[in-house]
């Protein structure tokens, strides 16, 4: 490992079921696992343990405050200065954390992902390079009920009544606008080979 050089931070932002998880695995693929250490803003939802778990449900969860990303921000700069970090495990059934860590070493790329990581003045200036995943709400939901029901444990009333109260209108306010801070944006996601054929080849020039 050259420790002379700051690793290069990529991150990867847009809507919830835009694509950015998919993004995020064809770039792991491409350039390497053995070289990215992988921060999904995801794993940094505060902990809701003094909530009882019927009122968990309820909070918002897509408004920057539900997010530790002062933690997430400190993870950066530690990996940047080649030290490994201890990332939380986040339970999206029971939106807690699980109270397990997983070490993330020091490499070359460090990957952040999530809805809201262009939303913070604070995060995007540790960014090299920032892409947007732009998808259609429409699609976006359909992804999000399918993938909720079968992963998160969701009912479709859930995955209905969640979207309309907090997901649509915190995208409109906080995701939509934070477009325009991206360097790339891809629309369709992971299957855009033209746009990741770009994105790839930039991290390697860069590496
Ligand atoms: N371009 C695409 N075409 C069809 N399905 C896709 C595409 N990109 C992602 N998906 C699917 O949509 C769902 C949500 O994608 P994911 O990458 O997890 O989104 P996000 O991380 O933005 O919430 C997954 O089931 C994934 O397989
Ligand atoms: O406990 C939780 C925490 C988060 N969510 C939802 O997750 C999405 C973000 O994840 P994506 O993988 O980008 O879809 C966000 O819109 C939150 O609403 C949750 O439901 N419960």
Redesign the pocket.
Known sequence: MNYSKTPLVVAIA????????????VVLQRVGPQRISFLPHDAYYRELTGLPPAQRALVNFDHPDSLETELLIDHIQQLKNWQAVDLPVYNFTTHSRTGETVRVEPKRVILV?G?LIFAEPKLRELFDIKIF?D?DSDI?FI??L??DIAERGRTTESVVQQYLTTVRPMHLEFVEPSKRYADVIIP?????AVALDMVIARIESLL
């Open positions: 847009g809507g919830s079921g835009s694509g950015k998880t998919t993004v995020a695995n992902e809805i995943v998808t976006r992804r999000r399918q993938r369709e996601g992971g299957l855009n």
